[in-house]
């Protein structure tokens, strides 16, 4: 049987690629992280680590073990989890996440109202990129994101909070900014931005369509992976990207207009958390922030 810390050094290296790293993770030294290893590829009789001078990667074995060992090594910290939540109550730290000016706003709002229910449990708040969202939730960096409800059968989806009109973000001097509105099957005109390839297939068809409902072509533009970065493509008349009408207000810029579209679907916000993750502190902040958008006390 593994040991738990040489399975914690495992995961931590297969994931970092870099011994100083996982040993700064671990708050153990370098050369105790190099030994562990060591001590369990002599158990398991093969390399799970090709090392050079320059470089740390995953041998197969290395790889088959991790995707095996990584999804039960969850569930079991899930798990352990639970089990103090229920025998504490909610206490702890709670790590949330958001994406957007708009979103951080509604979030510490519905801080404020959880930690007055639950005065035992602090919360952390950190900003996520559009891209790191699934990641961050996957991997248990974060056991709360509020963003763009996002599909993914691992992840579970609370009440939408908040539903916004679709707009098309354009370069200010592009026709489309002397509109009132655009209708999708405009985008067969112009040049839509990406999402980054991390975000599920579902969203990325959803914003950024390879063809309109007509079935005419949409052309694709560069990726980017924050939304700055997007708005700066934008304002470069490398293309146009589709927004939430918060966009408006809370990144209104002189290079980049917001023309509302007359046919689309309005975007959804929730929050979001791993299928395995839904703590008792999880479930309080989800109705804390349910409370707060519809106004029960």
Same mark, same amino acid.
């Given at each position: 049987?593994? %040991?738990?810390? %040489? ?6 290296? @297969? ?6 790293? =996982? ?7 370098? &050369?105790?992280?190099?030994? =562990? ?22 041998? #197969? ?10 999804? &039960? ?5 899930? @798990? ?30 519905? =801080? ?36 763009? +409800? ?8 609370? #009440?939408? +909070?908040?539903? %916004? ?29 990406? +999402? #980054? ?5 579902? +969203?990325? @068809?959803?914003? !950024? ?16 992976? !924050? ?51 839904? =703590? @008792? ?17």
């Amino acid at each position: 049987m593994l %040991e738990r810390h %040489e399975l914690e050094a495992f995961l931590v290296l @297969a994931e970092e690629l870099h011994f100083g790293h =996982t040993a700064e993770r671990l708050h153990v030294s370098t &050369a105790r992280v190099s030994q =562990t290893i060591r001590k369990l590829e002599r158990r398991v009789g093969v390399p799970l680590f090709n090392r050079t001078s320059r470089r740390v990667e995953l041998s #197969p074995v290395g790889r088959q073990l991790y995707e095996e060992v990584r999804p &039960a090594w969850t569930r079991i910290g899930a @798990a352990l989890e639970r089990a103090i939540d229920t025998g504490r109550g909610v206490t702890g730290t709670l790590r949330v996440a958001f994406t957007g000016a708009a979103a951080g706003q509604l979030l510490v709002g519905a =801080t404020e109202v959880f930690r007055q229910r639950q005065p035992g449990c602090d919360v952390q708040i950190r900003e996520a990129q559009i891209g790191e969202v699934l990641p961050w939730l996957r991997d248990g960096e974060m056991e709360i994101v509020l963003a763009n +409800l996002m599909p993914d059968p691992e992840i579970i989806t609370g #009440p939408v +909070l908040v539903r %916004e009109a679709r707009m098309l973000a354009v370069p200010s001097g592009h026709p489309f900014a002397r509109r009132t509105s655009v209708s999708v099957e405009d985008l067969a005109r112009v040049k839509v931005l990406q +999402l #980054p390839v991390t975000m599920p297939e579902s +969203l990325r @068809a959803d914003r !950024t369509p390879r063809q309109t409902p007509g079935g005419r072509p949409i052309e694709s533009g560069p990726s980017a992976t !924050t939304f700055q970065e997007m708005l700066t493509l934008i304002g470069a008349g490398q293309g146009v990207f589709p927004v939430g009408a918060h966009a408006r207000r809370y990144y209104a810029r002189p290079d980049v207009a917001y023309i509302p579209f007359s046919d689309a679907p309005p975007l959804e916000w929730g929050l979001m958390w791993r299928a395995d993750g839904a =703590t @008792a502190r999880v479930r309080a902040f989800s109705q804390a922030a349910d409370d707060l958008v519809h106004g029960h006390p």
